[in-house]
């Protein structure tokens, strides 16, 4: 992930985790699978990364889809 600048006060985000409360990595549903998976109704995920301004506090989510 680039790091991005805020876009409420210009200052360089940090990357930061995000974890559920169970502390497993959060991840967003990306479509269903190819093949013999997507045809049993299994879908493809892909993770997600966080970004927080230490100025505001500003939080975004950026979805890893690079993989």
Known sequence: MNTPRCPDCGV???????????????TINT???SGLLGKLGVGSTTKLEGACCPGCGLVRLYADLEE
């Open 12 to 26: 360089t985000m940090e990357s930061t985790a995000v974890r559920s409360s169970d502390g497993f990595g959060l």
């Open 31 to 33: 479509g269903k699978r």
